[in-house]
């Protein structure tokens, strides 16, 4: 167990449809991060908040958004759902702000039909 | 963008022989590097890491190799065991902020 809690575990929805993907990090942690990981493609960085602010930004869409709260727990919105937003989205979360490994949560499998 | 590859999806290999998985990177200000191990219906856990003041990290059965120059890192599994099994991330960051990952190795250890 990694201690970071990713909620829920699988979503199906339809295209459109808006979501909302749930992470809590480590006790202590103050960095966490948004991977998507698509069929057969590795993981993609999405975006990494720290302490309650945006720290970087990666492939992200202007369709996904994301905060961290002062509990620290994060939310990752997906809105106007595609096909191709189908994929295992994971939550990791680190001491610190990089230059250190990541403890990841189980993910979410979303599932847009 | 492509930073971190891993130019095979899978590899095979008969237990207590060396699993070798590659990883090469373009960004020359990654100084960070590490392995994360992924198991069916789990997150990636942390495997091995280096800084890039190094050129050789040990724990135990896994050694990481890097190669600067090359752009190069290499991950050693001796012996190689069935419970080695997994999807093997390469992943790189440049100082604080994101951490970029491959698109992973699968590793099969044959009894």
Redesign the interface.
């Known amino acids: 167990d990694?201690g970071?809690t990713q909620t829920p575990k699988h979503l199906i929805t339809a295209t459109g449809q808006r979501v909302t993907l749930r992470c809590s990090p480590r006790s202590g942690d103050l960095s966490v991060?948004w991977?998507q990981q698509s069929l057969?493609?590795?993981?993609?960085?999405l975006i990494?908040y720290y302490n309650g602010e945006e720290?970087?930004?990666?492939n992200i869409l202007e369709r996904f958004s994301a905060q961290q709260f002062p509990d620290l727990h994060s939310e990752l919105n997906l809105s106007s759902l595609e096909l191709g937003d189908s994929a295992l989205y994971?939550c990791?979360s680190s001491p610190?702000?990089?230059?250190?490994?990541?403890?990841?949560?189980?993910?979410t499998q979303l599932s847009v039909l | 963008d492509q930073q971190v590859k891993q130019n095979s999806p899978s590899l095979s290999v008969q237990e207590g022989r060396i699993s070798i998985l590659n990883c090469d990177y373009t960004n020359s200000m990654f100084d960070y590097f590490l392995w994360y191990k992924k198991y069916p219906a789990e997150g990636p856990t942390f495997l091995i890491s280096i800084s890039s003041i190094k050129d050789k990290n040990e724990d135990g059965r896994f050694t990481v190799f890097l190669n600067k120059s090359a752009k190069h890192l290499s991950l050693h599994i001796v012996p190689s065991q069935p419970g080695d099994s997994a999807v093997y991330f390469c992943a790189a960051s440049a100082g604080p902020n994101d951490m970029r990952f491959g698109a992973g190795t699968r590793l099969t250890v044959k009894p």
């Open positions: 990694s970071v991060y991977y057969d493609q590795g993981l993609q960085f990494q720290r970087a930004k990666g994971f990791a610190g702000q990089g230059n250190e490994k990541l403890f990841f949560g189980s993910g």
